[in-house]
């Protein structure tokens, strides 16, 4: 039996609705002593499982061997914590202590690298992945907005690296400093052992109504509905894409390059952009229109590279962009619509090299 | 005062620890859910002894994409990373897109093999025998998976192989579907 048990209960507002006006969390479940598992106040969910990770890999491309370049890998809406990063080639270089690449990944707020890789003494295998060792307990906190990057300069003559791939494994942080950490003890509801049973503690079975409704000073947080979706305006509600498009040239302003297909009805939050090379906004003919377009060619959002004045942002290499304001109408996609990256130019565009975007959304259903 | 109609409703209670604490572990239920939430008798939300929610609706399927940029159409010497999982995970799809049409491939074609780092095969995936092969800006996907288990620490590769003389891919980009499991 459950501890706590409500099923088909009349009424349509939600079985369990819980209203705090202080830091408490609403709900903490510990094993053997250890907290795994918390709801905060604001809805968000603090979770030692692997639920608290994301991923995003960005596949930077070929490396030249005396490259001295910069990548954009990751923007986010919100700050979170970088926990691992892995990279990989799709061809062998091989280690030479003489000719070497170094890959080192920054934060654009920090000046030390979260952590450095070089082929000096071991080589890139194909296929198979370099984790980055013992990641910088400050350059790991990527604050709303920064860049996470990554830098490649060569040593003597340096090395091709082919397909190289870097793949960052990270935490959303957690907004209310509160939630995850130690707190009281006095609850209003505490649980020990719960009995022998296969149960869960808590459970909710119903046909018409949402299951629990957690509100902060009133205003809702996090719901679950009848099937279990949750509806929350905390930062891990917000997911990640992010995509090298690769070079894109005057010849490209005819392609539609596909950038985002979602599993379930999403709604775009933000898009960011950015590119390996440096690009003043000093062109008034010259210059790349770039749009995030639905599949039904309107327009998400829209940007310039290279120009024209006054319109275009000057962008230093490696770093994201905000791409501006989300028209929320196309910005709202189910899971048969899709996202594209169209160009135009007046003139003869210049080249944008490994064009990167970011999408942030969230899951309506 | 609270909402009538809620059967569990706390509202402002004096304190500062969580409204609900629970302590799992130490008897016949260790391993039961903390949360379980159902719709007419089948589980809909859920939260493990362990800490893991599995909620329902689009929140526990997971996408990673990576863009391989332009793949030539004999490719047999490259074999690609594309991401490593640092905890267990379940595969459920995994689609392909192109920019640009591909040629005719009613003879020439690419398959790519989908792997875990230990070999074991994901999927592998021939392109069509149509004109164009692949549609741009269409995503495909590569079928019902062989294996779905991701491991912690486990990365997946892609190995293409080329048919005949091959297919080029303009701007390949892979999207990987998946499940969290542990």
Request: glycine share 8%.
């Amino acid at each position: 039996m459950p501890v706590l048990d409500f099923e088909d209960t009349f009424g349509s507002d939600p079985a369990i609705i819980m209203d705090v006006n202080n830091d408490r969390s609403i709900m903490a479940h510990y094993l053997n002593g250890t907290k795994v598992f918390e709801l905060c106040r604001d809805g968000f969910i603090y979770t030692t499982s692997g639920w608290k990770y994301r991923y995003v890999s960005v596949n930077v491309g070929d490396v030249a061997a005396d490259s001295e370049l910069v990548y954009p890998l990751l923007r986010c809406k919100h700050d979170v914590t970088i926990t691992n990063i892995y990279a990989g080639t799709d061809t062998t270089a091989a280690a030479n202590g003489t000719n070497y690449v170094t890959l080192s990944v920054f934060n654009s707020e920090v000046t030390t690298a979260l952590s450095t890789l070089t082929t000096a003494s071991t080589a890139f295998t194909l296929k198979e992945d370099r984790a980055f060792a013992s990641l910088d307990s400050t350059a790991v906190k990527l604050k709303a907005g920064s860049t996470l990057y990554a830098s490649i300069a060569a040593t003597g003559d340096g090395v091709a690296l082919s397909g190289l791939t870097i793949c960052i494994a990270f935490t959303i942080d957690r907004p209310v400093a509160a939630c995850g950490a130690a707190q009281a003890d006095d609850n209003v509801i505490r649980i020990i052992g719960g009995g022998a049973s296969t149960d869960g503690l808590i459970e909710s079975d119903h046909l018409i109504r949402d299951h629990m409704s957690i509100r902060f000073r009133g205003v809702e947080t996090l719901n679950v509905d009848l099937d279990g979706k949750m509806h929350g305006t905390a930062p891990d509600q917000f997911y990640y894409h992010v995509i090298n498009v690769g070079d894109i040239l005057d010849a490209d302003t005819t392609k539609k390059v596909p950038i985002f297909k979602p599993h379930c009805t999403c709604q775009i939050e933000a898009i960011y952009f950015g590119q390996s090379g440096t690009a003043a906004a000093d062109a008034d003919t010259n210059y790349l229109q770039v749009y995030v377009r639905h599949d039904s060619d309107e327009t998400v959002v829209e940007n310039y590279i290279h120009g024209p004045y006054g319109a275009a942002v000057d962008m230093t290499a490696g770093y994201l962009y905000d791409m501006g304001e989300i028209n929320e109408q196309w910005g709202k996609l189910t899971s048969s619509e899709t996202l594209e990256l169209q160009f135009a130019t007046p003139g003869t565009a210049t080249t944008v090299t490994d064009l990167t975007v970011v999408i942030c959304y969230k899951k309506l259903d | 005062m609270g909402n009538p109609k809620a059967n569990l409703n706390i509202v402002n209670p004096p304190g500062a620890g969580p409204i609900i604490r629970s302590d799992q572990g130490v008897t016949g239920r260790a391993t039961a859910d903390f949360i379980n939430f159902q719709k007419n008798n089948s589980e809909v939300f859920s939260v493990d002894y362990n800490g893991l929610p599995d909620p329902g609706g689009g929140d526990a399927k997971r996408q990673l994409m990576v863009g391989l940029g332009d793949l030539i159409a004999d490719s047999d010497a490259l074999e690609f990373y594309l991401a490593t999982w640092v905890v267990a995970c379940t595969l459920t799809n995994i689609y392909i897109a192109v920019d640009t049409d591909t040629a005719d491939g009613s003879t020439n074609k690419q398959t790519l093999l989908f792997q875990i780092d230990d070999d074991t095969q994901i999927a592998s995936f021939t392109t069509a025998a149509d004109n164009p092969g692949i549609a741009a800006a269409t995503w495909t996907t590569v079928g019902v998976l062989d294996s779905t288990t991701i491991a912690a620490g486990n990365s997946l590769e892609l190995l293409p192989s080329k048919v005949s003389s091959g297919l080029a891919l303009s701007n390949l980009i892979i999207l990987i579907e998946y499940t969290v499991s542990a």
